[in-house]
T-cell receptor, first 112, second 112 residues
Framework: DADVTQTPRNRITKTGKRIMLECSQTKGHDRMYWYRQDPGLGLQLIYYSFDVKDINKGEISDGYSVSRQAQAKFSLSLESAIPNQTALYFC???????????FGPGTRLTVL | GESVGLHLPTLSVQEGDNSIINCAYSNSASDYFIWYKQESGKGPQFIIDIRSNMDKRQGQRVTVLLNKTVKHLSLQIAATQPGDSAVYFCAENRSNDYKLSFGAGTTVTVRA
C-alpha cells in the first residue's frame, strides 16, 4: 500500500552494527506495528504502538527497540545486529476502530 | 476444484478451477478474522475479513467461510487465475486488543 512506506527496502550489514529501519504512513492511523517474517513462517510481532510515545513489546522484542515520536513515523532499531536477525521486516498501520492492518512493502535485512 | 482438508503449506491449482485454502484458529474468543495475500517481494495485502457474528462473506471472486464450532476458517477463490499465485495468510484477533495473530501461510501456485 503506497500509504505506508518503508526505508530502506534492502540492507546488508555486518554483525555488531546498529541498524535503523524507518516506517512512514499517510493514513492518519494511530496504531502502528513492526513484524518480522522468516521463510516458511507467518508474521511475528516485534513491537507495536497505539499512540505517539506509546510502546509495547510483541512476541519477539529481544534485540530490538522502537521509537514513536510522531503519529506518522515508527522506527525499528537493531542495536547490535546478529545473523539470526536476517529476515523480512514489515511495518503496518491500523485505525482506531481496529480491524484490518495495512502493510508497507517490507525491508529485506541481511546480517553477515 | 481442489481443497485442503487440513492446513497445508502449499496448494497447486489448475487455472480456471476453484481454490479452497483452510485455516484453523486456536482461540474460541477470537471475534475477527482476515485473509491476506502476499505476492513475491511485496507486503501482505488485505483480501477479505469476517466477524464472528457471520458465517460467510463474499467479495469479488472470493468467499470466506467461518465455522466457529470447529474453529475453522476457509478462503475460496473462484476461477483461479495466474495472478492469484501468492502466499495466503489467515489472521485472527485473538486478544480483543486489536493485535492480529497470523498463521504460517499457504503458498498457492496456479498451473497454466
Amino acid at each position: 500500500d503506497a500509504d505506508v512506506t518503508q526505508t530502506p527496502r534492502n540492507r546488508i550489514t555486518k554483525t555488531g552494527k546498529r541498524i535503523m529501519l524507518e516506517c512512514s504512513q499517510t493514513k492518519g492511523h494511530d496504531r502502528m506495528y513492526w513484524y518480522r517474517q522468516d521463510p516458511g513462517l507467518g508474521l511475528q510481532l516485534i513491537y507495536y504502538s497505539f499512540d505517539v510515545k506509546d510502546i509495547n513489546k510483541g512476541e519477539i522484542s529481544d534485540g530490538y527497540s522502537v521509537s514513536r515520536q510522531a503519529q506518522a513515523k515508527f522506527s525499528l532499531s537493531l542495536e547490535s545486529a546478529i545473523p539470526n536477525q536476517t529476515a523480512l521486516y514489515f511495518c503496518a498501520t491500523q485505525g482506531l476502530a481496529g480491524g484490518k492492518q495495512f502493510f508497507g512493502p517490507g525491508t529485506r535485512l541481511t546480517v553477515l | 476444484g481442489e481443497s485442503v482438508g487440513l492446513h497445508l503449506p502449499t496448494l497447486s491449482v489448475q487455472e480456471g478451477d476453484n481454490s479452497i485454502i483452510n485455516c484453523a484458529y486456536s482461540n474460541s474468543a477470537s471475534d475477527y478474522f482476515i485473509w491476506y495475500k502476499q505476492e513475491s517481494g511485496k507486503g501482505p495485502q488485505f483480501i477479505i475479513d469476517i466477524r464472528s457474528n457471520m458465517d460467510k462473506r463474499q467479495g469479488q471472486r472470493v468467499t470466506v467461510l467461518l465455522n466457529k464450532t470447529v474453529k475453522h476458517l476457509s478462503l475460496q477463490i473462484a476461477a483461479t487465475q495466474p495472478g492469484d499465485s501468492a502466499v495466503y495468510f489467515c489472521a485472527e484477533n485473538r486478544s480483543n486488543d486489536y493485535k492480529l495473530s497470523f498463521g504460517a501461510g499457504t503458498t498457492v501456485t496456479v498451473r497454466a
